[in-house]
């Protein structure tokens, strides 16, 4: 299936491109494939979503005359087709059409070899059959302007981990993952690869076996950095291979040449690429086959950890010869040179790594990185020739056991002028910046909540709740108990929560450091509950089988008016400790409430824990928080309504809970602004519809769930307005985002977060169509048309969060799940923030200069997470 050309043919459509003629490796005439006819067009059904298209397809390939391709076809981007298993057949390919997916299925049972283990974590790792496979076939390929996605991030069906969580969780158990491959090739010749896109695999994406001539030509490979054991295309005993005019970014190696026990791996062209995200430009690590007659040439490599690399140890070490890296360009490349005989320190046996006649010609990297070049030992050395090889800055060098000829100087910028391109988007570009393994590390539990105090200058105060035991399920023996069916005595035993919490804070005088234990009976508290700073720290829990059991529940919002508050709630705290009436006095006297002022349970108490409790605020709980033009919803009006204020308490504890409300239902608050306190959620449930878990403390939320509701069309989770030196914001690990399954909820519409413009009154990032309209840093936030001020404490408002190991349903917008604040032209506009460059580069296009308005010294070098996810899965 590709067009043969004489060697002058070949000479002339390089010429032409702008290349230079070489002689590649590859024995081959290659040059670019032509696509072959179609003996059959499938075409994917409106409403294929879901549907198992493996027979339909299969049978298909099966019918094809050898020469003939099996076309798939979609008429809208949304549609696409899913398939178990398929094999292709001798000579016959798959055409796959622009805009047109062919998914592999998330159902394990499919794939598995036969004992049961695909979709399971074990010692062996090879319980899954790869999604395609060519096998002693001749003239097959896979061609088109579509992609194959191997849904890797997605949940497997029946498990509660995607494909890549369950190699992450092998790599953390040591051991391996039983996970399906997307295309594997085996004791085959001539198999082409031709602009198909190939994309989210969840393991290795292409693999070669004993193949003998391989073509992947202008394809693209697409899959997140994070992604384990998702090496871009792997030729591994086999020979008469060019890979040429593709784009590469992935999770491990980006190419990796292996050979083992069935013969060497040779003549190999790797031809005008691009590289981003993965492991690098590899040999190995298995190479005891025999790896030779190796070209690279006119590569550029970005973002890769390591450049050009060859890997090896006595376990699985041959011969690497004749190696040749030819114009190549690196940028932000940890190590641009790699070559180590040693890749597993602690392996045994007695093959030991051999590389002879490996040259570099004309290589630059032009950002600095390390150059690792070790030999085994001194016979025989490690063999290599340096040309035209530079490296900015000053490399750290590790040489050993190296017979070397030439030195590396320093890199040409001029030789890598516009030699990086973009990965070129086969699909819509997304916005799901994710984090590296290392950069993960700093958001795990222990890290996250170990800081506390002023933003900048936080102090190391150790907190491990889940140690506690609130989170192990301890029995409690109670200082207080809420029974309305019991004979209150004001001492221990008392009708409403309220009453005991002010008995609390009135014993609190005597042991302020002593715990106290409230045990609430299962039944409805239709009060308000404010529980001051003044409180010894309180454990609040309820003995219900489940913590719909016992609920606190009230009804306000921000429109009410303080003397309708009053009205309603004077009663309640007119016997109430100093300290609560303090609280309630600091509402009642308003015009309006205001957000702040609706909250249910109101808490300041530090080290306040809560067990087994639902907290609710009811407003539009009884019709829904939809507009419409009848009965139940007519004139139904949207307000935020807090149904949890957690009021710059430090070390607050959920475990259990439930949060029910729909605008603000959850409201994290810092003693003051630029100030570290630390909330935990765990096994927990959050719901409501816009922006419900907001403020500018750092909160982690562990095994929870996220739920949106879709009553109003539009959903943002989180609104965090975190500041901008403060460490961390919200996290959220091992939770599941989900819906109410309304219809609102099942089209992608709605968003995990948009970062709070706090206190903002215009926008600096956007015109507005007002006429003479202007925003300008100012001591204040104000606005009166048409020109506004706004102040550092807005600005510096910058919302952080970060998800992690979590579910992410399909009602999150996947493309894009971070939004901004309100749109473009409005008064209220701000753009979504990433990282601290966003922030910075955003400043100084609004004309605020950050060091001279604000006093920064610098832009943070390397650039401070905001928003990331690592680890997740779609459903």
């Not at 600091?586 to 306040?608: C, E, H, L, M, P």
Request: charged share 20%.
């Amino acid at each position: 299936m590709t067009r043969q050309l004489s060697p002058a043919g070949i000479a002339f459509l390089l010429a032409a491109s702008g290349i230079s003629t070489v002689h590649a490796q590859d024995t081959r005439k290659v040059v670019e494939p032509i696509a072959p006819m179609a003996c059959a067009v499938l075409t994917a059904a409106d409403d294929a979503a879901g549907k198992d298209d493996t027979a339909r397809i299969q049978s298909a390939i099966d019918k094809c005359a050898a020469g003939q391709a099996v076309r798939l076809s979609s008429q809208n981007e949304k549609h696409g087709f899913v398939a178990g298993p398929l094999v292709l057949r001798n000579g016959v390919g798959l055409l796959i059409d622009a805009a047109t997916t062919l998914y592999a299925s998330t159902n394990a049972k499919l794939f598995d070899r036969g004992a049961a283990t695909c979709g399971t974590v074990d010692k062996l790792g090879k319980g899954c059959k790869p999604f395609i496979t060519a096998d002693k076939t001749k003239g097959s390929g896979i061609f088109g302007d579509g992609a194959i996605d191997g849904q890797g991030g997605h949940v497997v069906d029946g498990l509660r981990e995607s494909w890549w969580q369950l190699a992450r969780r092998a790599q953390k158990e040591d051991a391996r993952q039983n996970v399906p491959r997307l295309i594997e090739v085996t004791s085959s010749e001539d198999f082409t690869l031709h602009k198909i896109t190939l994309r989210n695999s969840p393991n290795f994406h292409v693999t070669l076996n004993n193949v003998d001539g391989f073509t992947a030509w202008g394809m693209r490979i697409d899959t997140p950095a994070t992604a384990r054991n998702t090496d871009g295309i792997d030729p591994i005993s086999s020979r008469n291979i060019t890979i040429a005019y593709s784009h590469i970014r992935t999770g491990d190696d980006n190419v990796a040449i292996k050979a083992g026990g069935n013969g060497p791996t040779e003549n190999i062209s790797i031809l005008h690429n691009h590289f981003y995200s993965g492991h690098g430009m590899s040999i190995g690590s298995e190479t005891n086959g025999g790896v030779r007659r190796v070209l690279v040439e006119d590569l550029s490599m970005e973002g890769t950890t390591s450049g050009l690399r060859i890997k090896s140890d006595v376990s699985r070490g041959g011969v690497v010869d004749q190696v040749r890296y030819r114009n190549v360009c690196l940028r932000d490349v940890k190590t641009p040179i790699d070559i180590s005989t040693r890749y597993n320190p602690n392996a045994e046996g007695a093959q030991i790594p051999v590389y002879t006649n490996i040259a570099f010609d004309g290589v630059h990297s032009v950002t600095p990185g390390r150059v690792i070049m070790q030999g085994y030992d001194a016979q025989p050395p490690l063999q290599a020739t340096l040309h035209d090889v530079g490296i900015a800055g000053k490399a750290d060098r590790r040489l050993e056991f190296l017979e070397l000829r030439g030195d590396i100087a320093a890199a040409s910028t001029i030789a890598c002028t516009e030699r990086f391109s973009a990965f070129p988007a086969a699909a819509p570009a997304t916005t799901r910046p994710q984090l590296t393994i290392e950069q993960s590390r700093q958001y795990a539990y222990s890290e996250v909540l170990k800081y506390a105090g002023a933003a900048g200058k936080e102090t190391i105060d150790p907190w491990d709740p889940l140690a506690d035991p609130l989170a192990k399920g301890a029995a409690f023996t109670p200082d207080y108990i809420v029974d309305k069916a019991a004979k209150a005595d004001g001492v221990k035993l008392f009708h409403t929560v309220q009453e005991a919490v002010s008995r609390a804070v009135a014993d609190s005088k005597e042991h302020p450091a002593k715990r106290l234990y409230m045990l609430l009976k299962p039944g409805t508290y239709q009060e308000l509950v404010y529980i001051p700073a003044s409180a010894a720290p309180i454990t609040m829990y309820g003995e219900g089988k489940d913590a719909s059991a016992t609920k606190i529940t009230a009804k306000l919002d921000a429109s009410n008016t303080g003397a309708d508050y009053a009205r309603q709630y004077d009663a309640q705290f007119a016997k109430a400790a100093p300290a609560v009436q303090a609280m309630y006095a600091s509402i009642k006297d308003r015009a309006q409430i205001g957000t702040f002022g609706t909250a249910t349970v109101w808490v300041q108490d530090n080290g306040f824990q809560a067990r087994n409790l639902t907290f609710e605020n009811g407003y539009n709980k009884d019709t829904g928080n939809a507009r419409a033009e009848a009965l139940p919803n007519i004139n139904n009006i949207h307000h935020q309504a807090l149904a949890l204020q957690v009021d710059g308490a430090d070390k607050a504890q959920f475990e259990n809970v439930r949060l029910i409300g729909f605008q603000d239902t959850l409201y994290l608050k810092s003693p003051q602004v630029a100030a570290t306190s630390r909330s935990f959620f765990n096994n927990s449930y959050i719901e409501g519809d816009v922006d419900f878990i907001f403020g500018d403390s750092t909160a982690y939320f562990h095994q929870t769930e996220i739920r949106s509701l879709g009553d109003r069309g539009l959903s943002y989770a989180a609104a965090p307005d975190t500041h901008v030196k403060t460490r961390y914001g919200f996290v959220f690990d091992n939770c599941r985002f989900t819906s109410d399954g309304s219809p609102n909820a099942h089209n992608g519409a709605f968003y995990l977060l948009r970062q709070w413009f706090h206190n903002s009154r215009c926008t600096p990032y956007d015109k507005v169509p007002v006429d003479g309209y202007a925003c300008t840093f100012g001591p204040s936030n104000g606005y009166q048309a048409p020109k506004g001020t706004i102040a550092r404490n807005s600005l510096e408002a910058v919302g952080k969060m970060v998800v992690m190991n979590s579910r992410i349903g399909p009602h999150i917008n996947h493309t894009s799940p971070w939004s901004d604040w309100n749109k473009k032209g409005t008064l209220a506009y701000r753009p979504v923030q990433y990282n601290s460059d966003d922030h910075w580069n955003n400043l100084v296009k609004a004309g605020i200069d950050p060091v001279t308005d604000l006093g920064y010294t610098a832009k943070p070098s390397p650039a401070e997470i905001f928003l990331g996810e690592f680890n997740n899965s779609d459903e």
